[in-house]
């Protein structure tokens, strides 16, 4: 049974940084590719890093280039989002999921969510 445990969330002040943890059990990482998403209040939940299978690149969303990055240790099974110049409107709940088919970076596309972690920026 796969599951996903997002922690490392918090208040942080603008400028900040966190990072993001993803424990996974019951998938190998060395085959399967976590995607990181957000849902702020009022909002649909969107993709914010998502590698891509093919090339091995790593999609990020417009808001974030530059600031999160997405790294992975195989041996600790664990999936982190480096989060860096924080910003007020990077304000919400950050989860990891895993692609079902295509590894677009929407949330259909994705399963197993995990509970979430609440990430909130002041100002």
């Known amino acids: 049974q796969v599951q996903l445990v997002e922690s490392g969330g918090g208040l942080v002040q603008a400028g900040g940084s966190l990072r993001l943890s993803c424990a996974v059990s019951g998938l190998n990482l060395d085959r399967y590719n976590i995607g990181w998403f957000r849902q702020a209040p009022g909002k649909a939940r969107e993709g914010v890093a998502c590698?891509?299978?093919?090339?091995?690149?790593?999609y990020y969303a417009d808001s974030v280039t530059g600031r999160f990055t997405i790294s992975k240790d195989n041996a600790k099974r664990t999936v982190y989002l480096q989060m860096n110049s924080l910003k007020p409107e990077d304000t919400a709940i950050y989860y990891c999921?895993?692609?079902?088919?295509?590894?677009?970076?929407?949330?259909?596309?994705?399963?197993?969510w995990g509970q979430g972690t609440q990430v909130t920026v002041s100002s």
């Open positions: 999921a895993t692609p079902r088919y295509s590894d677009e970076c929407v949330a259909f596309e994705y399963d197993n």
């Open positions: 590698p891509r299978t093919g090339d091995r690149s790593v």
